[in-house]
């Protein structure tokens, strides 16, 4: 696939990243040199200098033969723009562009994005992507991932397994005996640095991060198993009153009516706007990291600190100051992909990585064959992907002990007629189900050709 990406920060690196280490064509365009010289120097991907919705600079990068645009630049105006060129000049099947300001996505102005006003074929909102990630997070505070796929009937949950968690050195075949009925498979155990697919034999060890995939109505029931019963957040404290601050805080207005929040913003004038803005919420002027304000704010009471300021060292410092202060929980809003590796040692319960939410709502764009969904985990070690079976699969109409799946996919959870199906081996997959796996980094392409409408399988 040949893929021109218009912006070279930290989303369209990552992007980039993983699109050529896939030995896809790849091309990135950016006005700093800086930025476009790093990104020639660490991947194989080609680079070029110039603003990226110009049509002179798009045709150097390949614009006229590429299957697909994505435009991430740090202005919503030239993401626009790129696309309109791309499909006006270029005719560029797909196209993408990150839109930040939400006035432009308001239900009113709907027809604005449509193919004869403003071609873009997927419109990616970060502040909407990652609010909704940091209330999945409050919902089930248990948890330290949630992603919801097949219509939001299928949950995939990571879950930490503490020194009190009862199934802690149990096999996991042992552990499917003991909850024959559980509508929950786990595919995944993050361990020492490293992400694999267990096998029935292996055992669940203290300080695993282990992936669940779940219905939705055993989620609470399998956060419990593990030792989790942590109720739904209902005193929250927010550090940060920027977009997605604010996104959180309204939606908590809006969806839990006894939520009870406060809001500390550094900015008087930004802390002002939304105090007009919000109804509910008590807003707080000055640092997260002063200990008076935090204490002001009952930190003490709090159920879950949330950090949302754009600097991570003021997020991790102020979740561990809320905690030593008798926070319950803490979230925190991470944007180096550095940092995710030693958050649990530093004291974060749990964390939203803004750049990996946004990779991965562009990846399902980007898979092949009928991918309806894709969440990236452990900065791309593996990824949860929901695809359509096809009756050309080689999966379909043979009992799932009978498919031989390479090492590192395991299915989850099979999506048919509105109903979950908890695989086991005697499952058999029929054409048009929506099929939840999880896949280690190196089996991507397989899932991606196991799903494809052409016979070429593997």
């Known amino acids: 696939m040949r893929v021109v990406i218009c912006g070279a920060g930290q989303v369209g690196y990552g992007i980039a990243e993983k699109l050529s280490q896939e030995q896809n064509d790849v091309s990135v365009i950016d006005s700093s040199p800086r930025l476009v010289n790093a990104i020639r120097d660490t991947l194989d991907v080609r680079g070029f200098v110039g603003h990226g919705a110009h049509p002179d600079v798009l045709a150097q990068a390949g614009a006229d033969q590429a299957d697909m645009l994505i435009a991430v630049t740090l202005y919503d105006e030239v993401n626009m723009v790129a696309c309109q060129v791309a499909h006006s000049l270029f005719n560029v099947p797909t196209k993408i562009a990150r839109v930040r300001a939400q006035s432009y996505l308001e239900g009113q102005w709907s027809d604005l994005f449509s193919r004869e006003n403003m071609p873009i074929d997927v419109i990616i909102s970060p502040e909407i992507e990652v609010g909704e990630m940091v209330l999945r997070r409050l919902a089930l505070p248990g948890a330290v991932e949630t992603v919801r796929f097949a219509d939001d009937n299928v949950v995939v949950v990571g879950i930490m397994c503490n020194e009190d968690c009862p199934v802690v050195n149990t096999p996991l075949r042992q552990l499917t005996e003991l909850f024959p009925d559980l509508g929950a498979v786990v ?27 779940a219905r939705r109505d055993q989620v609470r029931r399998t956060l419990s198993i593990f030792g989790h019963e942590e109720p739904e957040a209902n005193r929250v404290v927010i550090a940060g009153g920027g977009n997605i601050g604010l996104y959180v805080a309204r939606a908590l207005e809006q969806r839990q009516t006894k939520a009870k929040v406060k809001l500390i913003e550094h900015s008087r004038e930004r802390a002002v706007a939304i105090a007009d803005e919000l109804k509910r919420t008590v807003i707080l002027h000055g640092s997260a990291l002063d200990q008076h304000l935090l204490l002001e704010a009952d930190i003490e009471d709090a159920d879950t600190m949330v950090a949302l300021t754009n600097e991570d060292e003021v997020n991790i410092l102020s979740c561990v100051m809320a905690k030593k202060l008798g926070c319950r929980r803490n979230l925190s809003l991470l944007n180096n992909s550095s940092y995710p590796t030693f958050a649990h040692a530093l004291g974060i319960d749990a964390f939203v990585n803004p750049r990996q939410v946004t990779i991965s709502k562009i990846l399902r764009h980007v898979r092949r064959g009928r991918i309806r969904g894709v969440h990236a985990l452990q900065n791309g070690a593996a990824e949860i992907i929901e695809a ?29 007629d509105g109903k979950v199906i908890t695989p086991n081996g005697e499952t058999q997959l029929q054409a048009h189900d929506r099929v939840v796996l999880f896949a280690v980094a190196d089996r991507v392409r397989q899932v991606e050709q196991m799903f494809r409408v052409s016979l070429e399988f593997f």
Not at 191 to 209: E, G, H, Y
Not at 389 to 399: C, D, K, N, Q
């Open 187 to 213: 595919v995944g155990v993050f361990r020492a640095n490293k992400l694999f697919v267990p096998k029935s034999s292996d055992t669940i060890l203290q300080d695993d991060l282990v992936y669940i995939v």
């Open 388 to 416: 359509e079976a096809l009756e050309t699969s080689p999966m379909v109409g043979r009992p799932l002990r009978d498919v031989d799946l390479p090492d590192g996919i395991r299915v989850g959870a099979i999506f048919r």
